[in-house]
């Protein structure tokens, strides 16, 4: 089986460099990737991680070190239009598949 | 061409009817999902399909029956559903690997 866990919520401030952790479980463990979702919208890919170490992309970062089966999304330069969730998705070597984490609620306030 | 095409957008359906939803992706991805997704919970995978094979099918109920005409078309047939069925039905697609995969708008569906 797999599992993948992230907070429930976290809260900020505008400007301000935010971080959500993913920590998994998962046989055959291909890579590590990450959507945003508004309410009422659909997922939105973000960066992925099929290598140990940091993707960057504009203000978003995505870590993984698949010896701690451990990643993370970091926010940077926060702006009320990140408030959204958040979710950490995992790939198996072999299989087209992707299974998503719970989701973290990002809350951006002034 | 980033884009998936999700039709129609909204459904509202009786337990009795039978209806289909839409999916086309042109980015030549040989990957493609169903995921339902209902309010504040995260999407959970229905179906994949890779090479327009149905490769995982994760104890979906026979009343939803997927199609893959080709490499770029995705259906999901619907018949007698419940109204616990009433959800957002999410299609995507990715290369074969499942890295970076791109989301349709999505259909909402509401059983009656």
């Known amino acids: 089986g797999q599992s993948l866990e992230q907070p429930s919520e976290v809260t900020a401030v505008e400007g301000a460099i935010v971080q959500i952790n993913c920590t998994y479980q998962?046989?055959?463990?291909?890579?590590l990737s990450w959507y945003q979702q508004h309410d009422g919208g659909a997922p939105t890919f973000l960066s992925y991680?099929?290598?140990?170490g940091l993707e960057e992309t504009g203000r978003f970062s995505s870590f993984l070190s698949r010896s701690d089966s451990y990643g993370y999304l970091l926010l940077q330069e926060l702006q009320m239009k990140d408030s959204a969730s958040y979710f950490c998705?995992?790939?198996?070597?072999?299989?087209?598949?992707?299974?998503f984490g719970k989701g973290t609620m990002l809350l951006v306030s002034p | 061409d980033t884009e998936v095409t999700q039709t129609p957008k909204h459904l509202v359906m009786g337990m009795t009817n039978k209806k289909s939803l839409k999916c086309e992706q042109h980015?030549?991805?040989?990957?493609m999902y169903w995921y339902k997704q209902k309010a504040k919970k995260p999407p959970e995978l229905m179906f994949v399909y890779s090479y327009e094979k149905l490769s995982i099918n994760e104890s979906v109920p026979s009343r939803f029956s997927p199609e893959c005409p080709n490499s770029s078309l995705l259906n999901l047939h619907l018949h007698a559903l419940q109204p616990e069925d009433s959800a957002l039905y999410l299609c995507?697609?990715?290369?074969?690997?499942?890295?970076?995969?791109?989301f349709g708008q999505g259909t909402r569906l509401t059983v009656v």
């Open positions: 991680n099929g290598l140990d």
């Open positions: 998962t046989s055959g463990f291909y890579g």
């Open positions: 995507a697609s990715s290369q074969v690997n499942g890295a970076e995969a791109f």
């Open positions: 998705a995992a790939g198996i070597s072999g299989y087209s598949t992707l299974t």
């Open positions: 980015m030549g991805h040989r990957a």
